[in-house]
């Protein structure tokens, strides 16, 4: 009857974990040797675990990855790639979300840029940093809608709040002025204080060209380039490899 109650508080308490790790000792004879203290960290690190592992499934989920399997250690390093793999596995420590330094993933359509940016992406996951995944059309659309509801500004502080943004699809058309203004604005909120990662097919130098105004574009460019860390990604495309890392 005690056990039942006990087991009742913990599960009232939210620490279902250890609920179950005492209800379990309750009825396993061999662990009735164990010390008082051994059998109290048994159930600590049973609660422990559930919730570390409750919270990498919630940055999972709510990072919304368009390749959910992507993972550093399948990443393919073929020498036609001309993939630094000491730099990309230095990039999956996250020390550069520390730092607040960003990630340029370069390449044409198809050569795996979406594939290692979500492989970053569950890197950070796993080191227990928020992440966003997102197109940057999808973002221009929200942010446009924001802004016709007078909502921009809550939006803004959203996306300044995760530690790593990961834009998809970065300037692959090029933008109307409106657009170009709240790029800056996402861009302004993050520097210095948060990571980004952009994919682009396109290097710096067609930056410009794209986001259109001359001044926007400065600002732009300028507040992305002088912290980031360049790879480029080469060889044949990706899609025609047993469909593999788009």
């Not at 999972?60 to 990309?88: M, V, Y």
């Not at 999808?138 to 300044?160: G, M, T």
């Not at 400065?218 to 593999?244: F, K, L, P, Q």
Request: proline share 1%; glycine share 4%; aromatic share 8%.
């Amino acid at each position: 009857m005690l056990t039942e109650s006990t087991v009742t508080k913990l599960r009232e308490m939210k620490l279902s974990a250890m609920a179950n790790a005492y209800k379990n000792q309750s009825t396993d004879h061999e662990l009735s040797s164990l010390s008082f203290e051994d059998r109290v960290s048994l159930m600590v690190d049973a609660e422990w675990a559930a919730r570390k592992s409750n919270r990498l499934t919630r940055l999972i989920r709510s990072a919304d990855f368009s390749i959910t399997g992507a993972n550093i250690e399948d990443i393919d390093f073929r020498p036609s790639r001309k993939l630094d793999k000491s730099q990309i596995i230095r990039l999956g420590t996250c020390n550069y979300i520390l730092e607040s330094h960003n990630i340029l993933i370069l390449g044409a359509t198809g050569a795996g840029k979406t594939y290692l940016a979500c492989a970053f992406g569950m890197a950070a996951c796993r080191n227990y940093y928020s992440v966003k995944y997102i197109r940057l059309p999808d973002l221009l659309a929200e942010l446009a809608i924001a802004r016709a509801d007078n909502s921009f500004r809550d939006v803004i502080k959203q996306y300044k709040k995760v530690k790593l943004l990961i834009l998809d699809e970065w300037l692959l058309y090029s933008l109307k002025e409106t657009e170009a203004r709240d790029l800056l604005e996402i861009v302004e909120a993050r520097h210095r204080i948060a990571s980004t990662i952009f994919c682009s097919q396109f290097d710096l130098k067609g930056w410009h060209h794209k986001i259109g105004e001359s001044t926007l574009a400065d600002a732009v460019c300028d507040r992305i380039a002088h912290n980031s860390y360049t790879i480029m990604i080469e060889g044949d495309s990706m899609r025609s490899i047993n469909g593999i890392q788009e």
